[in-house]
C-alpha cells in the first residue's frame, strides 16, 4: 500500500496527512506508471491519443479565422457546444425560484434523491414520455458522460468497448482509461 504525505512549510495552511503505514522504503522506479509520491498510475492513461478534438478545432478555427477575418460572423462552429443566446425567462424564473427556496429553513433541501427529484421525474414521465413509462423508471442524471463511464466502471476493465467513428471523444477516452480497449491487429 502507498501513502501520500504532504509536506507544509511555514507558510502553508496544509496539515500533514499521516496514515498508519508511514513508508519504509524507497517508492517505486519513476517509470511511466508511478509518480514521485510513488503512487502506481493506471498503464491506460499512456495509451490516451496526445491531442483532445476540441482544442484541435479551436485551433483550427482560429488560424482559418486569421485568414479569413470575413468569415468570423458566417462561420458555424461544430466544436463544444456553447449557448448563443440567453436563457429563457420562464427558465431563469424557475433557477431563481429554485435557489431562492434554498434559503429558506422550509425550502432547503440539501442533496436530492439518487434517481432525480420525484417531481420533475413525474413531469418526465408525463410530458416528454405521455405516461407510457412511471416516474419510478425515470432516471435524472448529471450528464451522459458521466454515465458512460459509470455503465463501463459496472462492467468493468475486463469487458473490450467498441465505439463508433466517428464518436464523441469522451466515449472512447474512457474506454482507453478503463482498460476497455484490447490490442488492434491489422489483418
Known sequence: MHAIFLRTTATSTTTPTTTTTPPTSKPPPNNNESHKTGVTRNPNFRKL?????FPEIARLKTAYLAKNPQMTNRLISLGIGDTTLPIP??????LVDGATKLGTADGYS???A????????????SVIYNDLVEPSEVFVSD??????????LLFGSTVISA???PSYPVYVDT??????TGELHPT
Not at 425567462?89 to 424557475?94: A, E, F, K
Open 110 to 112: 440539501g442533496y436530492g
Open 143 to 152: 450528464g451522459a458522460k458521466c454515465d458512460i463511464m459509470r455503465i463501463q
Open 163 to 165: 465505439v463508433q467513428d
Open 89 to 94: 425567462p420562464h427558465i431563469l424564473s424557475g
Open 49 to 53: 491519443s496526445s491531442g483532445y478534438l
Open 114 to 125: 439518487g434517481p432525480g427529484q420525484m417531481p420533475l421525474r413525474e413531469k418526465i414521465a
Open 175 to 180: 474506454s482507453v482509461m478503463m482498460g476497455q
